[in-house]
């Protein structure tokens, strides 16, 4: 019998959920916990980290899980690294849900790094307005640079202080290429810094960027080791063993 656990906490995870829950394959939807009111499953949801390797091995082995779906962001590296580890522990298939991520088009003005330090050193000396679309867990090393004026936007309200006085939009999106290229010059935006995510929800700042003529210092995605990857909704659910409906 199949028992599926989806590490979730993206658009693509949640579009996976509604698939494996139209095909009745039984699952849990694992959220890490860092949005105050995430989005509800069609599946059993659990809110919350493991405790690491050797918590997500317990969970495994105790929910007698026989896959596991890593579709979270390609930036949760630590939760990745932690599945590979756990799933070759446990000898349980996993399967990652990722989308290629973004290629440099014609128009583009990247400056491509390869960690959040790197982009702070890549900032122009002379102040600037910067659009800093990171997590707000990365955010502390910008503080060394303080001539430049910050805008964030996240999710949910900030709970704590920031490390710095900064413009902060808090809203969920959608984020279309129209909101975009309104919010970037009414903040008078110089520069970008951007995690090459990939996929189309949010894409529409580097679409915006090109058409303004803004510079992106964009962030790679962490290294993972090898593991088994694929892009689309339907090949997990082929590989689950089911033929997906929405083709996505
Ligand atoms: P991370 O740094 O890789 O993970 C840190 C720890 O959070 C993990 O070791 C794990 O704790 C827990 N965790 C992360 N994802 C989890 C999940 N889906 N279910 C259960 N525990 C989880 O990850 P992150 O960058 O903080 O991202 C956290 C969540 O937000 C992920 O689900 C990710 O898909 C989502 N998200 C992240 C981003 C981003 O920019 N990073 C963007 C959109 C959505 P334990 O070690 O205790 O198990």
Redesign the pocket.
């Known amino acids: 019998m199949t028992r599926a656990l989806i590490?979730?906490?993206?658009s693509d995870?949640s579009l996976l959920a509604v698939e494996i829950a139209r095909a009745r394959i039984d699952a849990v939807y694992?959220?890490?916990?860092?949005?105050r009111a995430p989005a509800d499953q069609p599946l059993p949801t659990?809110?919350?980290?493991?405790?690491?390797?050797r918590?997500?091995t317990d969970y495994i082995r105790a929910e007698a899980i026989t896959h596991v779906i890593d579709?979270?962001?390609p930036?949760?590296?630590?939760?990745?690294?932690?599945a590979i580890e756990a799933c070759a522990e446990t000898g349980t298939p996993l399967i990652a849900l990722e989308r290629a991520p973004w290629a440099q088009a014609s128009g583009d003005n990247w400056i491509e790094v390869p960690d959040v330090n790197a982009a702070v050193v890549a900032l122009p000396e002379r102040p600037a307005n910067v659009f800093l679309a990171?997590?707000r867990?990365h955010i502390a090393p910008f503080a060394t640079r303080p001539q430049h004026a910050y805008t964030l936007r996240f999710v949910d309200p900030p709970e704590a202080p920031l490390p710095f006085p900064a413009d902060v939009i808090v809203s969920r999106g959608p984020f279309t290429l129209d909101t975009e290229l309104e919010m970037l010059p009414a903040r008078g935006i110089a520069w970008i810094v951007a995690?090459n995510?990939g996929g189309d929800g949010a894409r529409a700042k580097i679409d915006a960027a090109r058409m303004l003529s803004l510079p992106v210092i964009m962030i790679s995605r962490p290294e993972l080791p090898e593991r088994r990857r694929v892009e689309s909704v339907a090949e997990i659910m082929q590989w689950l063993g089911h033929r997906a409906c929405l083709g996505a």
């Open positions: 590490l979730g906490g993206t995870a694992s959220y890490g916990g860092r949005t659990r809110i919350g980290g493991f405790g690491g390797v918590g997500l579709a979270t962001h930036f949760a590296a630590e939760m990745s690294r932690n990171i997590g867990q995690r995510s």
